[in-house]
């Protein structure tokens, strides 16, 4: 529909001839000439070599052809995706996530939106909390399970997972066979973290302020995975999400930390999005699976 006022160049183009392309086009041959008059005129030049009845598209023509056809692709493109977004079972949902809920906490909410909404398309981005708020602002995304929750009136949370801290250690060291730690326990230790972009990277020097100690960070890695496994390694120690299913290695010890501080996770979404939509549905899903996990 969208593209209906340009492509009958397209079909004048591959007959060229008047009354064939008329004909195929299922519209008066004096309308078609007339088209092709006001769109030469527009142009300030002919699009077309004349042979009689017969025409020969020439090198102007042929140049507005390829314009022609790449925009009627993009408007039918276009409207086929306005068609979907009025469907929102149909629709898309562009779906960002941290890295280290990649492992556990992202599957479980794709599932349980793919479950109820299988014709909806799921478009999948990881990054770090800074990105992903960016990226949802920017509307580069429709919703992101991030930490922590963002300061801002614009943008909606939703919490999913509140986590407590521990600190881990190899599974030989000299505080493993503590029931709970102070970090400042751990105070003389080389301590293994995130960049301080990161909110896991947050925690650690909020802890340690909280505290009164300084954590020195020997190591960094953007993958709370890898922190944990160099801890394995005996070259540190970390402060990390106590009840992570995945970070747990054959080697580690996590020790409950003695602290208030937590990790929060959550959705973040832009605050005047549409209900009705598909990221509306995908709010829903993930709302089920937090009132499954509290009834358990």
């Given at each position: 529909m969208l593209s209906d006022d340009l492509s009958w160049f397209l079909v004048l183009a591959e007959t060229e001839h008047v009354g064939d392309a008329a004909a195929e086009l299922r519209i008066p041959q004096p309308?078609?000439?007339?088209?092709?008059?006001?769109?030469?005129?527009?142009?300030?030049?002919?699009?077309?070599?004349?042979?009689?009845r017969s025409l020969s598209l020439n090198v102007r023509g042929k140049a507005l052809r390829s314009r022609i056809r790449a925009a009627v692709t993009q408007l039918d493109l276009a409207e086929s995706e306005v068609r979907r977004l009025l469907d929102p079972e149909t629709?898309?949902?562009?779906?960002?996530?941290?890295?280290?809920l990649g492992t556990w906490l992202a599957p479980q909410l794709i599932r349980a939106f793919a479950t109820s909404h299988p014709r909806a398309e799921i478009r999948l981005h990881q990054g770090t909390g800074?990105?992903?708020?960016?990226?949802?602002?920017?509307?580069?995304?429709?919703?992101?399970?991030?930490?922590?929750?963002?300061?801002?009136d614009d943008m909606a949370w939703l919490e999913m997972w509140r986590q407590p801290l521990a600190l881990c250690v190899p599974a030989d060291h000299w505080l493993a066979g503590r029931s709970t730690v102070s970090l400042s326990d751990a105070a003389g230790e080389p301590f293994i973290s995130t960049p301080k972009s990161f909110h896991s990277?947050?925690?650690?020097?909020?802890?340690?302020?909280?505290?009164g100690i300084e954590a020195k960070v020997a190591y960094e890695s953007d993958e709370l995975s890898t922190v944990a496994g160099l801890v394995v390694a005996g070259?540190?120690?970390?402060?990390?999400?106590?009840?992570?299913?995945?970070?747990?290695?054959?080697?580690?010890?996590?020790?409950?930390?003695?602290?208030?501080?937590?990790?929060?996770?959550?959705?973040?979404?832009?605050?005047?999005?549409?209900?009705?939509?598909?990221?509306g549905l995908f709010?829903?899903?993930?709302?089920?699976?937090?009132?499954?996990?509290?009834?358990?």
């Open positions: 309308t078609l000439s007339r088209r092709l008059a006001r769109l030469e005129q527009r142009m300030g030049t002919t699009l077309f070599d004349r042979h009689g629709g898309l949902v562009r779906f960002d996530f941290l890295h280290s800074t990105e992903l708020v960016d990226r949802v602002l920017d509307d580069e995304a429709d919703i992101a399970l991030s930490s922590p929750r963002p300061d801002r990277r947050d925690l650690l020097d909020a802890v340690a302020a909280d505290e070259i540190g120690v970390a402060l990390l999400p106590a009840d992570d299913p995945y970070l747990p290695l054959a080697g580690a010890t996590f020790i409950p930390l003695r602290t208030e501080r937590t990790r929060e996770i959550g959705l973040i979404w832009r605050a005047d999005h549409d209900p009705e939509s598909t990221t709010l829903e899903a993930a709302r089920g699976l937090t009132a499954h996990s509290s009834a358990q």
